[in-house]
């Protein structure tokens, strides 16, 4: 059986995925990434044992990306960083979004079982 701290970090394993692979290939543009970045966070905090979900859309990033005349492109793991906070049994998991040799990849920051 999994301890606390196994379970949270698999918690948040889920959300990210959940996040990522729900959202990847949304139309956006500057214009409309606020509010991808609320529905985003909104609707990953549903989840069980999800405390908190920050996603910032970068704007830089996203005109960059855009290579056509119609002004938005497909959002990528590359156009965005995400942290995300998890409380499972009293033990909290904080996680980030992290760009490695162009890929995006989800990683522990901390794991307090304190």
């Given at each position: 059986?999994?301890?606390?701290?196994?379970?949270?970090?698999?918690?948040?394993?889920?959300?990210?995925?959940?996040?990522y692979?729900?959202?990847?290939?949304?139309?956006?543009?500057?214009?409309?990434?606020?509010?991808?970045?609320?529905?985003m966070a909104?609707?990953?905090?549903?989840?069980p044992?999800?405390?908190?979900?920050t996603?910032?859309?970068?704007d830089d990033?996203?005109?960059?990306a855009?290579?056509?005349?119609?002004?938005?492109t497909?959002?990528?793991?590359?156009?965005?960083?995400?942290?995300?906070?998890?409380?499972y049994?009293?033990?909290?998991?904080?996680?980030?979004?992290?760009?490695?040799?162009?890929y995006?990849?989800?990683?522990?920051?901390?794991?307090?079982?304190?």
């Amino acid at each position: 059986m999994a301890t606390d701290a196994q379970q949270a970090c698999f918690e948040a394993g889920i959300k990210f995925g959940s996040l990522y692979h729900q959202f990847a290939g949304t139309p956006v543009s500057p214009s409309s990434a606020r509010s991808l970045e609320a529905a985003m966070a909104e609707a990953i905090e549903n989840q069980p044992f999800c405390e908190s979900v920050t996603v910032e859309i970068r704007d830089d990033r996203v005109a960059n990306a855009i290579d056509h005349e119609n002004g938005y492109t497909e959002l990528t793991g590359s156009l965005m960083d995400v942290e995300m906070r998890i409380d499972y049994e009293g033990v909290g998991v904080s996680t980030r979004m992290t760009m490695t040799d162009g890929y995006p990849l989800m990683e522990l920051v901390d794991v307090d079982d304190s």
